[in-house]
């Protein structure tokens, strides 16, 4: 029996409980670890924040459902914004807000 398989990417990097949630992503194709808006778009920087995008999601051949975290502990090194900007200072506390917590980790060697 196939019971699928994952590759870590170390996206997740603490125990805080991880709630997840629906989203539609419009168009394009977004990869596992973007910040997303409530509209399902790439957040650019100092924008408003709705989720974690669990994993790859490809809309661009239409609208795709994708299921966002809510909630948890993330690496920041293994977020996306749009435009592959860094995360600033005023975009960890609106992640903060929604118990999103971003995390520096340490690359394995």
Same mark, same amino acid.
């Given at each position: 029996? $196939? /019971?699928? =398989? /994952? /590759?870590?990417? $170390?996206?997740? !990097?603490?125990?805080?409980? +991880? *709630?997840? %949630?629906? #989203?539609?992503?419009? =168009?394009?194709?977004?990869?596992?670890?973007?910040?997303?808006?409530? *509209?399902? %778009?790439?957040? %650019?920087?100092? @924008?408003?924040?709705? @989720?974690?995008?669990?994993?790859?999601?490809?809309?661009?051949?239409?609208?795709?459902? !994708? #299921?966002?975290?809510?909630?948890?502990?993330?690496?920041?090194?293994?977020?996306?914004? !749009?435009?592959?900007?860094?995360?600033?200072?005023?975009?960890?506390? =609106?992640? +903060? *807000?929604? $118990?999103?917590?971003?995390?520096? /980790? #340490?690359? !394995?060697?």
């Amino acid at each position: 029996m $196939n /019971t699928g =398989s /994952t /590759t870590p990417d $170390n996206l997740i !990097a603490g125990d805080f409980p +991880r *709630a997840t %949630a629906w #989203v539609t992503v419009p =168009s394009g194709s977004l990869k596992r670890g973007t910040v997303v808006t409530r *509209a399902g %778009a790439a957040m %650019a920087p100092g @924008g408003t924040p709705f @989720g974690v995008l669990e994993k790859d999601t490809d809309a661009s051949g239409g609208p795709a459902t !994708a #299921v966002v975290y809510l909630s948890g502990e993330f690496a920041r090194r293994h977020l996306i914004l !749009a435009g592959n900007a860094d995360i600033g200072d005023a975009d960890w506390d =609106s992640l +903060r *807000a929604l $118990n999103i917590y971003v995390k520096d /980790t #340490v690359p !394995a060697a």
